[in-house]
């Protein structure tokens, strides 16, 4: 299941044309898969039921068609970052992280000040 549909991708685009689904079969589970890494916990993308699991991770809260339901920050991250790569899919510089930041990010900072307050901190 997807977090973000095609339709939702075109619409935040502004894509009229379907000349570019194949680019988005592809990239839309690319950049989520992104997303989840980048989080740590697949439950920290989704509303909590208010339950939790035997390991004491919330348990995501259902639509009526039993699917999780995302958080809109995780779907606004998600639509950002395909932005970001249907802009620049020549690899460009665009996505490029400043030196001063380090090593390790997976995605624009746009999708990453989206998603910082959903992240499980690491501490070494």
């Known amino acids: 299941m997807n977090l973000v549909s095609v339709e939702e991708a075109r619409m935040h685009l502004r894509v009229d044309s379907l000349d570019d689904d194949p680019w988005f079969a592809t990239w839309i589970p690319a950049v989520e898969n992104a997303v989840f890494t980048w989080l740590k916990e697949s439950w920290r993308a989704y509303e909590a039921s ?73 501490v070494r």
């Open 50 to 122: 208010g339950d939790v699991d035997s390991a004491g991770d919330p348990i995501p809260a259902e639509d009526s068609n039993g699917d999780p339901i995302p958080k809109y920050a995780v779907k606004a991250a998600i639509l950002v970052e395909l932005a970001q790569q249907y802009r620049f899919r020549d690899g460009s510089d665009a996505g490029a992280v400043p030196a001063h930041w380090g090593h390790g990010y997976v995605l624009g900072a746009g999708a990453t000040s989206l998603l910082s307050g959903l992240r499980k901190s690491t």
